[in-house]
């Protein structure tokens, strides 16, 4: 059954209207026709299996049949803070986030991050858009029902208040002073929210480090080899996916 997102504003009732570049897909690319059943998601935990009743070329209605209530989650919130890398990387990072269950995506430019965008409303405004559309098709196609906030580029001092009111936070770091983190979440057991920084390709500087360390965070390494800032940050968020989740 092919799956879809939808506004909650396109949810009314019993009836759902699929609007914007979902139409063409499913006009042109699938060749859906009315009477064919298909699930929609509005990013709030629901799913809704309908059948479609009308097509247009601007507008697909979905007559709904029945509605599957949100999951009984029992996994911790998860917030991933990520240092800006280079080029695009962002926004892989964001889809496989979003693929790991990650709950928020906050990127953060520190004082090793290319300068860009803080200070700049309208370009800014447009990649948060593009990045939030990655997390909505991501979410479409790992049969994900809730969607991952996709914060604009803040500071790392922005988000330190995350930090200190998370149940745990961990600051990922190439240093010698770290604690594995498999002993980490061990000695912690469940918890309920969790905070995970991940640096630039330079890595967080000792400033940065100490700050995190005064605003609760635990410093911790998750592996013997230096990893790139894409890799480490899907490696730290399945890691703590396997821990919490048990």
Known sequence: MHRFYVSPESVSGDCI??????????????????MDEVA???????????RIVKMT???ITVSVQ????PLDSRRASVTLVQAMPRHSKIESIIEKATE???DRVIPIQTARTVPLLLGRAERMAARQARWQRIAIEAA??????????IDSVKTLADVLPVCRVAALSLLAAVRPDTQPLWK??????????????VGPEGDFTDEEVCDAQESGCRVISIGSTVLRCETAAVALLAMVNYATMR
């Open 66 to 69: 029945h509605i599957d209530q």
């Open 184 to 197: 980490v979440l061990e000695e912690t057991g469940n918890v309920r929210s969790v905070v995970v920084l």
């Open 100 to 102: 790991l269950g990650v």
């Open 57 to 59: 070329s601007h507008v």
């Open 17 to 34: 209207e699929i609007l914007g570049g979902s139409v063409h897909h499913i006009h042109h690319v699938l060749r859906l026709q009315p």
């Open 40 to 50: 929609l998601f509005d990013g709030s935990g629901r799913q809704y299996v309908g």
């Open 140 to 149: 479409q196609q790992s049969s994900r029902r809730t969607i991952p906030a």
